[in-house]
């Protein structure tokens, strides 16, 4: 591994090699420290996050049923192509 380091941070890493501290056990340690952090992260609730937005925003009472159904990936793709289309006319 090669990393590059500013002028600071190789001026630390100079005083730790002097004061006999292992930079690879210092990178490894880094290593895990940073793995544990990203593994002890709670998952990520879309559905909750998805009902918060359209609590907050929710459509307008007055809004037209869309012609295409939003669950099928295929006819909201042309849906959405179609609209782009027609905006830059």
Known sequence: ???????????????LRRRGVALSDVVREAIDDRFSALRSTSPVDVKAIVQRILEQYPDPSDLPPRDYDVHDRHTAREAILRKLRSARR
């Not at 591994?1 to 005083?15: A, G, I, P, Y």
Request: no cysteine; net charge positive.
């Open 1 to 15: 591994m090669n990393v590059r380091l500013d002028s600071e941070r190789f001026r630390k890493v100079q005083t």
